[in-house]
Structure formats: C-alpha cells, structure tokens
C-alpha cells in the first residue's frame, strides 16, 4: 500500500540549532516526493520536491532534503532554524499522470528563543 | 492577487444544511483537488477533477459532492452536513506534466454545530 509516515509529531528545537525532519514513505513506482509547510491560518506552501536527478535538492527558504531509495526516505533539513521557521510540515509522495498525492500527517515544529 | 482562491474563509453552520464551498483559480491549471484537514490526520483526498467532465472520488468522498463549472472554478458541496464533517478544507490545483506539484489555497475552516 503507499503511505507516508512522518514519525515525529512534534519537535521543538532552538533559534539557530540544526534540523531535521524525517519522512519515509512506500510506493510501488518511480515516486515523486515533495515537502510543504503550512504556517498558522495559511495554506500549504511547496518547499522542494524531488522526482529525479541529483539526491541532494534545495528549497525556498534555505532548506533542503536528501532522496534516499535504500532507506526509502525523503528528510528534510536545515542548518540553522530561524523562529519564522515555527510551523506544520508535510511530507507528499504522489507519481504518475494523475498526480494525486499521498500525504504525511504531519510534524509540527516549535522553536525556542 | 491569490492564485488559487477560497470562499467563504470561514463558515460556521447547522447540522442538516446544505454547504457549497467554492474554489477558483487564475493558474490555467485544468487539475483541481478538494482535500480535508483533521488534527493529527494531514490532509485526506475528497474529490479530484481533471477537466470539466472528468470528475472522481478520492479516499472520503461520503457524504459529499462537487461540481466543475469551469476550468477555473471547483465547488465542494455537503448536501446536508453533519458535525464530524468540521474540518480544515483545501482546494489545490496543478499543471499536466510529470513531477507537478500541487497548489493550495488558505483554506475553508467549517464547523458544524
């Protein structure tokens, strides 16, 4: 069956600090994979997406997540947090003509002054 | 200007009226999704259509309906709503092509008493 599992609900982490988001995910095709992040009152806004080429991609906003097949996963990370970084983020894998998308439920990230 | 916009923002009702929340985009996108959002459920697929007279059922189309009046313009229905049916509800759109993302709106928040 596909599925996206993003196994942290929530994470808190300081201004500054390193992270990390893990995404894994099961899907019997070539998959494309993509991240969201949704801020309170907002509706979801693309990050990155992955669907082939270089592992390693970049997103808006100074994050970027690594394609791993083995480990069939898709993390999302970013060097140093920032307190606007404060928000829900979802992890979608979809492929194919159609396009639907299979979605995470979710981690919720808090960041400490 | 909003690319993918959604009215009403937000919507308080009864159990047993009829709902229509509308969806429109200036994208020229001819895929248009309608998605709910639960706590702790990320976003679950309702209905999704590929052009006017291509419309199908997603993963929790109970209790729901849709229409396409044009390319452009999306509307979800709840024929008559019940309270369970209070939700976070987005309308998303995307272009043809593989590795497409999808578009999303700010949202309709409905709560059904």
């Known amino acids: 069956a596909q599925s996206v599992t ?17 995404c894994n995910y099961s899907y019997g095709a070539t998959p494309y994979l993509f991240w969201y992040v949704q801020s309170p009152g907002q509706g979801l806004q693309l990050l990155l997406k992955y669907f082939s080429g270089d592992t390693l991609v970049q997103g808006i906003k100074g ?16 060097p ?12 979608a894998v ?3 003509s159609q396009g639907n998308l299979i979605f995470g439920k979710g981690t919720k990230l808090s960041v400490k002054p | 200007d909003a690319d993918v916009t959604q009215t009403p923002r937000n ?9 229509m ?6 994208k020229g996108h001819d895929r248009m999704y309608w998605y709910r959002q639960d706590p702790g459920l990320g976003l679950r697929l309702i209905y ?4 006017v007279k291509d419309i199908n059922k997603g993963e929790i189309s109970d209790g729901y309906s849709v229409s396409r009046q044009a390319q452009a313009k999306f509307s979800l ?8 049916q209070t939700a976070l509800y987005f309308c998303a759109t995307r272009g043809q092509g593989r590795g497409q993302p999808q578009h999303f709106g700010d949202g309709t928040r409905l709560s059904i008493l």
Request: proline share 3%; net charge negative; with cysteine.
């Open chain 1, 6 to 22: 993003q196994p942290d609900i929530h994470i808190t982490v300081s201004e500054g600090a390193s992270l990390e988001l893990r």
């Open chain 1, 63 to 78: 994050f970027e997540a690594e394609f791993k097949r083995s480990q069939s996963s898709f993390n999302l990370r970013k």
């Open chain 1, 80 to 91: 140093s947090v920032h307190w606007s970084d404060a928000a829900e983020y979802f992890c």
């Open chain 1, 94 to 96: 979809g492929g194919g």
């Open chain 2, 11 to 19: 919507r308080i009702t009864k159990t047993g009226k009829r709902i």
């Open chain 2, 21 to 26: 929340l509308e969806c429109s985009q200036t």
């Open chain 2, 48 to 51: 999704y259509s590929f052009d």
């Open chain 2, 77 to 84: 229905s709840l024929e008559s709503a019940i309270p369970n």
